[in-house]
């Protein structure tokens, strides 16, 4: 059957054939950009949400003049394969003693209007081929952006104390600081705490057991596992260290934080973006965010 045979059965003219198939080869021209986009940026956040997606690429949609709004982009992700299925896996890293030290919570509930006024600490474990590995974070509060990191063999506190050492280092002003975690006895530890008072930084622990009193540092674990690969099993410890080193760099760089109005961790810890003329208040035992 030739082509006027069947645009005459279907009741259409050759010439609205030919304007729909162009209009559909632009279209699908567009929607393959959009695709090399994503992928492009999922080379640096392998996993990184839909929202935080659309953020990204948001620029480049509008140099390329292509009109894509969010639900558009979850609908070719969905129908591309390529949304994000979340999966979480846990391990126990806190172990707390009743002989260490315990501190008062005077981190929940608290406003934090500009960095260095309080950190949240905690570890998680990276899964080796034969081992684990422990990743020790500390994250301020206010830019979420992670100033200190180490990854250790053992849960013995002087890896705690190599992080510490890293935030430290860059802090503009440590007095008056309240570094808040849970009641791990890395924490609780004498050189860990004498490194604190030594800065004049107080402690600040939350109650025993309970992850939502440290929800920040929980989401940030989540946000490096689900988003970074970093719950993968690694062959050697050299690539662990490479695959956490680049997933703390794209967190603090590149990734936007919808609770920071989509800036950066490193832009609003520098004061370049809006965000750091406003206030943000710590939650009070709030379940944490899924990392999406």
């Known amino acids: 059957m030739s082509m006027s045979s069947c645009c005459k059965y279907f009741g259409y003219s050759r010439s609205a054939y030919y304007d729909w198939t162009k209009r559909k080869s632009e279209q699908e021209a567009k929607e393959g950009l959009v ?19 659309y953020k990204l690429i948001e620029g480049d949609l509008t140099s390329l ?9 979850f609908d070719l992700l969905r129908s591309s394969g390529l949304l994000v299925k979340l999966k979480r896996k846990y391990m126990v890293t806190t172990q707390s003693f ?9 981190y929940n509930g608290q406003e934090w209007n500009s960095i260095d006024q309080a950190w949240v600490s905690d570890i998680t474990y990276i899964r080796l081929k034969d081992s684990f590995r422990y990743l020790y974070l500390i994250t301020d509060a206010y ?21 510490l050492k890293m935030a430290l ?22 050189v860990y705490t004498e490194l604190l008072k030594k800065a004049k930084i107080e402690s600040s622990m939350g109650e025993a057991g309970n992850c939502y ?21 690694f062959k050697s410890l050299k ?32 004061g370049v973006s809006v965000f750091s003329s406003l206030k943000r208040k710590s939650s009070t035992r709030q379940k944490p965010v899924k990392a999406i």
């Open 35 to 53: 695709l090399e986009l994503v992928r492009e940026h999922r080379r640096i956040h392998p996993r990184i949400g839909g929202r935080k997606l």
């Open 65 to 73: 003049s292509i009109s894509v709004g969010r639900d558009k982009l």
């Open 213 to 233: 009193d440290n929800a920040m540092a929980e989401r940030v674990n989540g946000i490096l596992k689900t988003e970074y690969l970093l719950d993968g099993t």
């Open 169 to 190: 280092s860059q802090c503009k002003r440590s007095k008056g600081l309240i570094h808040h975690s849970d009641r791990g006895f890395q924490y609780c530890s004498k």
């Open 98 to 106: 009743s002989r260490f030290s315990r501190y008062k919570d005077l």
């Open 239 to 270: 690539e662990a260290y490479s695959a956490v080193k680049h997933a703390i760099w794209a967190y603090n760089e590149k990734r936007p934080h919808l609770s920071l109005k989509m800036a950066k961790p490193s832009e609003v810890h520098k």
């Open 143 to 163: 830019s979420r952006k992670i100033v200190g990191w180490h990854l250790g063999s053992t849960l013995e506190s002087q890896n705690a104390v190599e992080a």
